[in-house]
């Protein structure tokens, strides 16, 4: 008897162009968060932020599905069949409806933020909340349905990538405010109050993005040979200075430190650093969860 061996070199089948799917909605659903604390939740503090923080909810989720458009080829009638053809048991169904409903009702809540109408601010601002978290959450979802990678398959992804987009989404508007206060307004005076605060719900959330990985990882290192083979994937093989280092120390632990010491929190050197730090670690974070969760082969 002889024994064919085929030379077939093993693939992922997603890409980066998802994790920057990931990355844009997780930053929209994430300003979009913030521009509803003051006319949603009625923390005036936060006003100063929340028409651009709708601006940049909108104009981030227009882009995110380019990304997955890209990926899969561009074919608009499988899009179409999404809303012909809707699947109950497919998270995906879910996903393209969301992913209308979302910008549509934030180009209606912006509107009405524009023309001064408080009221209807308020209500549209109200029902984006769900519809924020359920479009990022839902991408964490899809990956938690990936049963057979063990990575991916945690009812905490969604939590863990609705986080990483509060974490990420506010960083972003930490920048944005710095910028337009300093170049785009009459005074050239930035809002230290609102920074302050931004930071200060930063670092806390930072606090519970870092526990979330730490869950994960320590039920993977403790559980099935398969999921204890990928967490030492990460931690110690070859995505271990993605994962350790740029995700987690560069884009978390570093910028905690940063906005939690009072003296480095109200420095903008530091602050801008620790935003762009987080940012990078968070997209860092993207693309280890979809390429390191399936680049082990499956046994």
């Given at each position: 008897m002889g024994?064919?061996?085929?030379?077939?070199?093993?693939?992922t089948t997603l890409a980066f162009l998802i994790s920057y799917y990931f990355y844009c909605t997780g930053l929209s659903a994430g300003s979009f968060m913030i521009s509803t604390l003051s006319y949603g939740f009625g923390f005036k503090k936060f006003k100063p932020a929340s028409k651009m923080g709708v601006v940049a909810a909108v104009l981030l989720l227009l882009l995110?599905?380019?990304?997955?458009?890209?990926?899969?080829?561009?074919?608009?009638?499988?899009?179409?069949?999404?809303?012909?053809?809707?699947?109950?048991?497919?998270?995906?169904?879910?996903?393209?409806?969301?992913?209308?409903?979302y910008p549509l009702n934030s180009i209606i809540y912006g509107i009405f933020m524009f023309k001064g109408n408080m009221k209807m601010t308020k209500i549209f601002g109200l029902i984006g909340i769900p519809l924020a978290l359920a479009v990022h959450g839902y991408t964490g979802w899809i990956l938690a349905l990936g049963v057979a990678r063990d990575y991916w398959n945690t009812g905490l992804m969604p939590i863990v990538f609705l986080f990483s987009a509060m974490v990420s989404g506010i960083s972003m508007m930490i920048l944005l405010i710095i910028i337009r206060d300093r170049f785009f307004t009459k005074e050239k005076v930035i809002n230290h109050d609102l920074i302050d605060s931004l930071a200060k719900i930063l670092a806390w959330l930072l606090?519970?993005?870092?526990?979330?990985?730490f869950c994960d990882y320590s039920v993977l290192l403790y559980s099935k040979l398969e999921a204890q083979e990928v967490a030492?994937?990460?931690?110690?093989?070859?995505?271990?200075?993605?994962?350790?280092?740029?995700?987690?120390?560069?884009?978390?632990v570093i910028p905690m430190i940063i906005v939690f010491i009072p003296g480095m929190r109200r420095s903008y050197f530091w602050l801008i650093l620790a935003a762009l730090m987080n940012m990078a670690g968070?997209?860092?974070?993207?693309?280890?969860?979809?390429?390191?969760?399936?680049?082990?082969?499956?046994?």
């Open positions: 024994k064919v061996v085929f030379d077939v070199q093993y693939q995110a599905p380019q990304f997955l458009l890209m990926q899969v080829g561009w074919p608009i009638k499988s899009v179409w069949n999404h809303f012909v053809y809707f699947n109950p048991m497919s998270a995906m169904s879910y996903g393209a409806f969301l992913l209308m409903l606090v519970v993005d870092l526990f979330l990985v030492h994937f990460m931690l110690f093989g070859k995505m271990s200075f993605w994962f350790v280092i740029v995700e987690n120390l560069i884009g978390k968070i997209l860092a974070m993207r693309i280890v969860t979809v390429y390191g969760g399936q680049a082990l082969p499956l046994m």
